[in-house]
C-alpha cells in the first residue's frame, strides 16, 4: 500500500473526521468565550474593583530606555486567560454530564438482554431431575 493511500485510508476514518470537526467546533467555541470574558465579563468586574482593565495589568520589570521596549510582566492578560479556561472548562464540563445523563436513561430504557437459551446439558439434567422428583 503506498504512502498516499495509507494516508486516505487513515484520513477518511469516521473517528478522525469527528475528532476534526470537534477541533473546529472547539476552535471557535474558545474565541467566543474569549471574546465573551474579554468583552462582557472583564469590564464590569473591572469597574467593580476600581475601573481596573485587567488586559493593561502588569509588573514593569525594566524601564524603557531609549528605543528599548519595557519588559512588563503581563498578569493582567494571565488573569484573563485563566478565566478563559475556566469557562470552557465548565461548559465542556456540562455538556459531558449531559451527555452522561441522556446515555444513562437511555441504557435504563434498553429492555435487558434476553436469558441465553439452556444448553444441552442442562435440559438433560433438567429432564432427570424432574424425573428423580416423581419418583
Same mark, same amino acid.
Given at each position: 500500500?503506498?504512502?498516499?493511500?495509507?494516508?486516505?485510508?487513515?484520513?477518511?476514518? !469516521?473517528?478522525? /473526521?469527528?475528532?476534526? %470537526?470537534?477541533?473546529? +467546533?472547539? #476552535?471557535?467555541?474558545?474565541?467566543?468565550?474569549?471574546?465573551?470574558?474579554?468583552?462582557?465579563?472583564?469590564?464590569?468586574?473591572?469597574?467593580?474593583?476600581?475601573?481596573?482593565?485587567?488586559?493593561?495589568?502588569?509588573?514593569?520589570?525594566?524601564?524603557?530606555?531609549?528605543?528599548?521596549?519595557?519588559?512588563?510582566?503581563?498578569? !493582567?492578560?494571565? /488573569?484573563?486567560?485563566? %478565566?478563559?479556561?475556566? +469557562?470552557? #472548562?465548565?461548559?465542556?464540563?456540562?455538556?459531558?454530564?449531559?451527555?452522561?445523563?441522556?446515555?444513562?436513561?437511555?441504557?435504563?430504557?434498553?429492555?435487558?438482554?434476553?436469558?441465553?437459551?439452556?444448553?444441552?446439558?442442562?435440559?438433560?439434567?433438567?429432564?432427570?431431575?424432574?424425573?428423580?422428583?416423581?419418583?
Amino acid at each position: 500500500m503506498s504512502m498516499v493511500q495509507e494516508f486516505k485510508a487513515f484520513a477518511m476514518r !469516521g473517528n478522525v /473526521v469527528d475528532m476534526a %470537526v470537534g477541533i473546529i +467546533i472547539g #476552535a471557535a467555541f474558545g474565541k467566543i468565550v474569549s471574546s465573551f470574558v474579554a468583552d462582557v465579563l472583564m469590564p464590569p468586574l473591572g469597574v467593580l474593583l476600581g475601573s481596573v482593565n485587567f488586559t493593561e495589568l502588569a509588573i514593569t520589570l525594566r524601564q524603557a530606555t531609549g528605543e528599548t521596549a519595557a519588559v512588563t510582566l503581563n498578569y !493582567g492578560t494571565f /488573569v484573563q486567560t485563566v %478565566v478563559d479556561f475556566l +469557562i470552557v #472548562a465548565f461548559a465542556i464540563f456540562m455538556a459531558i454530564k449531559a451527555m452522561n445523563a441522556v446515555n444513562r436513561k437511555e441504557a435504563e430504557k434498553a429492555e435487558p438482554p434476553p436469558a441465553p437459551a439452556a444448553s444441552r446439558e442442562e435440559v438433560l439434567l433438567a429432564e432427570i431431575r424432574d424425573l428423580l422428583k416423581r419418583q
